[in-house]
């Protein structure tokens, strides 16, 4: 009996256990379900409007000189006086004198070769007596027939003619280098870089310095390919012909926290593309960019930075969209009447760092009227219900599932964020 109990004892509490367990797992409450009503972003939104935009080209640039130039010597001598105008930064007139040499050597060349030129005039005066005569004596001798250029003294008299002649010219050198002694301006300009001073000998051909002209200045700016084609530009071409060009052009800076402007126009494009960048190079001109202006600004500098907007043709019939409201692949987001998000994909004329154009009467583009999203949604899904803040207005909606609307007009909108995941990975209500 007791074996009997042993053995019959452990199935019965088994048994019994295996029970309660499919009991309690039969019998189990069922677990209460709570239906979160979906999250409503509020976001802003602006309705599109036909307008029209003038373009503007931005570029930048340096300036440049129209001409600039080094002095060099024609002659060699010691500097006697320079110029209190040339000094880096020193203006200077056409004509003006910049450097003096010591003209002692060449006041005496001077004077040589005017005595040079008297002694061939003398000996010229001799030969041309002395010819004549020749021409006597033949005549007297009785003899007949022209005579003989040796005997008229023609070679002798040509030689003196030769040498009066090149007398002359070496007084004519004398006081071209006597008046090269003289270092004169070739054009108002102002001095960029001086590189000799008083008591230096200079030779012919060493640098005097740099100078630059000052009645204007040029910018060479890059042009962008795809808003290049809304330029004017001033092309020429190989018979003479030229296009209507002359775009007007504002240059602008920084100076001492305050943003310095000068007005400017396109004169001509380059011949050739940049090799490192494939783009053309157009040159806008400044007219007196050193006279004193009115507002207190410095004058332009040589190898100042410029950033410049050039003036394009007006674009009619486009819709302006804020850069914040595109998303990556010139991807847009318009609200439907329903206020659901639509994802448009757009193609631009022009763009820039803070809008984009598009036209209006392209097919597959948006509508006059239709009601952009400007609110920056990281994760936006096809259809997804907004409460969009609509140029000011607030509109309402209906959310599902809740029986009760949200927003009110006047509300203040607030950003779109993305929803937070709660613990096991179900999105929180809103």
């Not at 409450?29 to 239906?35: C, G």
């Not at 009227?369 to 920056?376: F, I, K, N, Q, R």
Request: charged share 25%; net charge neutral.
């Amino acid at each position: 009996m007791k074996r009997f109990f042993r053995a019959t004892v452990p199935l019965a509490v088994l048994g019994g256990c295996a029970y309660l367990a499919w009991w309690f797992i039969s019998n189990r409450p069922e677990t209460p379900t709570i239906e979160a009503p979906p999250a409503v972003v509020r976001v802003e939104g602006t309705k599109l409007q036909r307008q029209t935009y003038p373009v503007r080209v931005r570029s930048q640039g340096t300036v440049q000189p129209r001409t600039r130039s080094t002095l060099l010597p024609e002659v060699s001598a010691k500097v006697l006086e320079v110029s209190p105008s040339f000094r880096p930064g020193g203006f200077f007139k056409s004509g003006e004198m910049l450097l003096k040499l010591d003209p002692v050597d060449y006041e005496t060349a001077l004077v040589v070769a005017k005595a040079t030129l008297a002694q061939a005039e003398v000996i010229l005066a001799e030969e041309t007596a002395k010819a004549g005569q020749a021409r006597e004596n033949w005549r007297a001798l009785g003899k007949t027939g022209e005579p003989g250029a040796l005997a008229l003294r023609l070679p002798q008299v040509a030689k003196a003619e030769a040498d009066v002649a090149a007398a002359k010219a070496q007084i004519a050198q004398a006081e071209r280098d006597l008046e090269r002694t003289m270092i004169r301006a070739p054009y108002d300009g102002q001095v960029l870089e001086q590189l000799v001073d008083v008591g230096q000998f200079v030779n012919e051909g060493t640098a005097l310095g740099q100078i630059f002209a000052v009645d204007y200045v040029e910018i060479r700016l890059p042009l962008p390919e795809r808003e290049m084609q809304f330029l004017s530009l001033p092309e020429r071409f190989r018979d003479g012909a030229t296009t209507a060009g002359g775009a007007p052009v504002t240059l602008h800076t920084g100076l001492a926290g305050k943003i310095a402007s000068w007005d400017g126009f396109l004169v001509r494009v380059e011949g050739a593309i940049d090799e490192s960048t494939r783009q053309i190079t157009a040159v806008a001109q400044v007219n007196d960019p050193y006279a004193k202006r009115g507002d207190g600004h410095p004058p332009l500098r040589i190898g100042q930075f410029l950033e410049a907007e050039i003036e394009g043709q007006i674009l009619n019939d486009v819709f302006v969209i804020p850069r914040r409201a595109v998303r990556a692949g010139n991807e847009i987001l318009l609200i439907t009447p329903e206020n659901k998000l639509r994802r448009v994909t757009v193609d631009p004329i022009i763009a820039d760092t803070e809008k984009i154009i598009i036209s209006a009467d392209t097919g597959g583009q948006p509508r006059e009227g239709d009601v952009l999203c400007l609110t920056p949604i990281p994760f936006a899904a096809e259809g997804a219900t907004v409460l969009p803040l609509i140029d000011g207005v607030m509109e309402t909606t209906e959310v599902p599932g809740s029986g009760k609307s949200k927003g009110a007009k006047g509300a203040a909108p607030v950003e779109a964020k993305a929803p937070a995941a709660a613990p096991g990975g179900s999105p929180r209500s809103s």
